[in-house]
């Protein structure tokens, strides 16, 4: 029965957000059953897509990529795939018409990452960030609104302020596998190698600045989204504070992270909040 298959399906794309990323994992269980599959749907696929340019290094990278990317416009054209990632991703996809210019700028941005090492210019930053962040955002939106186009059209920005935010945040993040793992520089006109404390705090209210544009629009959302979307928001504002208050040679020389325990403290403070309507 198809049934069953999709089902198999959404059941992977639910593990590979729960095995890939516990902070977002705990951020999705906040959302509304009514939409929490769909956002696991597009994390499945979106981290897949990813982890294929990322860390599948001892294999054929970028014949893989193609071949994914066919199996997603196949996927999505046939409204049908044998890869559960893909089938759980189209079913999403048509339910809430996310439109082709989202996935395909995020799989352009994607595909940089198979040969684009450097990026010199605000220009070519800012693009990278649209297509691998901020229209996974709008991807999501889509799900939050759930068709209401004149709610869409409100929140757009925002939600590509907190794109670019998280997207952001992971640079700074990854900046020691980034750089030597993988030869990677993502702001322009920072050597990475001679990070001072002077570019860390201009990269660092950068992100600042997107994340108040990005909590105005978090405050608007659907009460189906609003507290997960917001659960996210005050992890990674807790990890930018953390990389603030981290010197810039630490930063180069360690991945720093927000513990388990922390976690746990974020989602229990932002549930008290959230209950006495302070967000």
């Keep these: 029965m198809k049934l069953i298959f999709d089902t198999v399906s959404y059941s992977c794309s639910k593990i590979v957000t729960n095995s890939y990323s516990t902070s977002f994992s705990l951020a999705s269980k906040m959302l509304s059953g009514s939409i929490r599959q769909d956002i696991y749907n597009i994390y499945g696929f979106v981290r897949f897509a990813d982890e294929i340019v990322d860390t599948f290094h001892a294999y054929d990278k970028e014949r893989l990529f193609n071949d994914f990317e066919q199996d997603m416009y196949r996927g999505i054209k046939d409204k049908i795939s044998l890869n559960p990632i893909i089938n759980s991703f189209q079913k999403t996809v048509h339910q809430y018409n996310i439109t082709p210019d989202l996935y395909e700028a995020f799989m352009s941005s994607m595909r940089l990452d198979l040969h684009k090492t450097k990026y010199l210019t605000d220009q070519e930053y800012k693009k990278y960030i649209y297509g691998s962040a901020d229209v996974v955002g709008l991807m999501c939106l889509k799900v939050f609104v759930n068709g209401d186009q004149a709610k869409y059209d409100e929140l757009k920005q925002s939600a590509m302020y907190l794109g670019s935010a998280f997207q952001k945040?992971?640079?700074?993040?990854?900046?020691?596998?980034?750089?030597?793992?993988?030869?990677?520089?993502?702001?322009?006109?920072?050597?990475?190698?001679?990070?001072?404390?002077?570019?860390?705090?201009?990269?660092?209210?950068?992100?600042?600045?997107?994340?108040?544009?990005?909590?105005?629009?978090?405050?608007?959302?659907?009460?189906?989204?609003?507290?997960?979307?917001?659960?996210?928001?005050?992890?990674?504002?807790?990890?930018?504070?953390?990389?603030?208050?981290?010197?810039?040679?630490?930063?180069?020389?360690?991945?720093?992270?927000?513990?388990?325990?922390?976690?746990?403290?974020?989602?229990?403070?932002?549930?008290?909040?959230?209950?006495?309507?302070?967000?």
């Design 169 to 279: 945040v992971n640079f700074l993040r990854d900046l020691k596998s980034d750089h030597e793992l993988l030869d990677r520089s993502y702001f322009p006109n920072i050597d990475l190698s001679q990070l001072n404390e002077g570019a860390k705090s201009k990269i660092i209210k950068e992100i600042e600045e997107d994340f108040d544009n990005a909590l105005k629009g978090i405050l608007k959302l659907p009460v189906e989204a609003k507290f997960g979307v917001y659960m996210a928001y005050v992890y990674y504002k807790k990890l930018l504070n953390k990389l603030k208050k981290t010197p810039s040679l630490e930063i180069k020389n360690t991945r720093i992270r927000v513990s388990n325990y922390q976690k746990i403290q974020l989602l229990a403070k932002s549930y008290f909040d959230y209950q006495l309507n302070l967000i």
